[in-house]
């Protein structure tokens, strides 16, 4: 019986790690489509890699020029 309930947990916890197929290379791919979404303000490519809603903020930096009187 501790065998049997040994060999079950062996093989539930063996199936906790079955989801590498996301590789550092798929990674880097959805980091690039984010950010090239990012730099062209196309928020329809940002959203098409993230999960859920996601809070896009415009920050607006103006420059100020003096004025000479």
């Given at each position: 019986?501790?065998?049997?309930?040994l060999?079950?947990?062996?093989?539930?916890?063996?199936?906790?790690?079955?989801?590498?197929?996301?590789?550092e290379?798929?990674?880097?791919?959805?980091?690039?489509?984010?950010?090239?979404?990012?730099?062209?303000?196309?928020?329809?490519?940002?959203k098409?890699?993230?999960?859920?809603?996601?809070?896009?903020?415009?920050?607006?930096?103006?420059?100020?020029?003096?004025?000479?009187?």
């Amino acid at each position: 019986m501790k065998l049997f309930l040994l060999s079950l947990s062996f093989l539930f916890s063996s199936l906790l790690f079955a989801q590498d197929s996301f590789s550092e290379e798929d990674a880097k791919q959805v980091i690039d489509t984010f950010f090239e979404g990012f730099h062209k303000g196309d928020t329809l490519q940002m959203k098409s890699v993230v999960l859920g809603n996601i809070a896009t903020q415009t920050v607006l930096h103006l420059k100020m020029e003096a004025i000479e009187l």
